[in-house]
């Protein structure tokens, strides 16, 4: 690979994954997180650990990590000047649907100010390509599936899903008015090893394990459209150099890309794996669709394939037993 990558939210679920590999493939990387505590700040180090033992492999100043907020002009702009990455692969941000609703002045400053500052130092340091984190929460309550991303996303039901929104807006007036091509990624559902404590696989396998009940919304009339880390990754790696926006007849030099497993599976289906995989029944509390929730995800992902080649590989019975076997080394279940 043999380039620089900045890559924002290193320590997070997603960032880990990807440094790691790119470690793994020769590139050099910057890590960039303000290791916050929306969730615990021990599997953040542990993710770390992680990406430091790959570092170590792969050689002397292969990685290089900043402790700081998005927010932070000054540490950004010191880490552009003297680390000049090529390619800057935005995964910082507030996280979490359901939290956005009753923090939002969180989501403002991170996902709004903090992006700002990004595409600032992007268009001055004249970087090759931005890549970076959109949502499925976008598409709000549209009713066609599967999503594509010429629908309208105009009528978000969250704050979340409206910083990304906005952020792809941002992206797109960056790419005009500078020449900086920028790659929107709209993910769908990622789940695996290392995951966000508060995303689905983490809550239902940790109650399953304690024998805790499991909050099941909408009554269990769910479907999500779920992403195993590593396929995210490859098809962020693919995107890196095969988007759109790298293309001489894209102007501006914009894009955004669905990026799933193009197959909504059923919430009751999701838990019965999970059920399988540990050999124990979930206690199911049925309740109702939460506000800022949407029923059914589905990714349409025809152009991702189309120019990179991207497949996502993993089945959700095979990654849901690769997370249960990765959760049950990490805390210790025998």
């Known amino acids: 690979m043999g380039k620089t990558y900045l890559v924002t939210g290193a320590a997070g679920f997603i960032g880990m994954h990807l440094t790691k590999r790119i470690l793994e493939s020769g590139g050099r990387v910057i890590g960039y997180d303000n290791m916050n505590d929306y969730y615990e700040v021990g599997l953040k180090k542990a993710r770390l650990d992680v990406i430091y033992r790959a570092a170590d492999n792969a050689g002397a100043d292969s990685f290089k990590f900043y402790e ?18 090529s390619v800057v692969i935005n995964l910082a941000a507030q996280a979490g649907v359901r939290y956005s609703i009753e923090n939002p002045d969180v989501y403002i400053q991170s996902n709004i100010v903090g992006f700002a500052n990004i595409l600032e130092m992007c268009r001055h340091y004249k970087v090759e390509h931005l890549i970076y984190a ?21 009528n978000p039901i969250s704050l979340y899903a409206a910083t990304k929104k906005a952020n792809e807006l941002k992206a797109h007036t960056y790419s005009h008015l500078y020449g900086l ?11 695996g090893p290392y995951g966000r404590p508060d995303m689905a696989a983490f809550l239902f396998l940790s109650a399953i394990l ?12 769910m479907k999500r459209d779920f992403t195993y880390i ?10 890196s150099t095969n988007s759109a926006a790298l293309r001489e007849d894209c102007r501006p030099p914009c894009h955004v890309y669905n990026i799933g497993n193009n197959k909504p599976e ?54 849901l037993l690769r997370f249960v076997d990765w959760y049950k ?3 210790g279940y025998s």
């Open 68 to 85: 700081e907020c998005l927010t932070q002009t000054e540490t950004l702009d010191r880490v552009f000047a003297d680390e000049k990455p």
């Open 134 to 154: 959109s949502s499925s929460s976008v598409y709000g309550s549209n009713k066609k599936t599967p999503f594509s991303t010429e629908d309208r996303v105009d």
């Open 266 to 319: 059923r919430l009751l289906d999701f838990i019965g794996y999970l059920e399988e995989h540990t050999g124990k029944e979930a206690i199911k509390i049925f309740m109702p669709l939460q506000q800022g929730d949407v029923k059914e995800t589905f990714a349409d992902i025809d152009d991702l394939i189309k120019d990179t080649g991207f497949q996502p590989k993993t089945p959700l019975k095979v990654g």
């Open 181 to 191: 091509p920028t790659t929107g990624l709209r993910f769908f559902t990622v789940y």
């Open 230 to 239: 590593d396929d995210i990754v490859s098809g962020i790696l693919a995107v």
């Open 210 to 221: 304690e024998g805790k009940p499991i909050n099941v919304y909408n009554n269990g009339d």
């Open 329 to 331: 080394d990490f805390y």
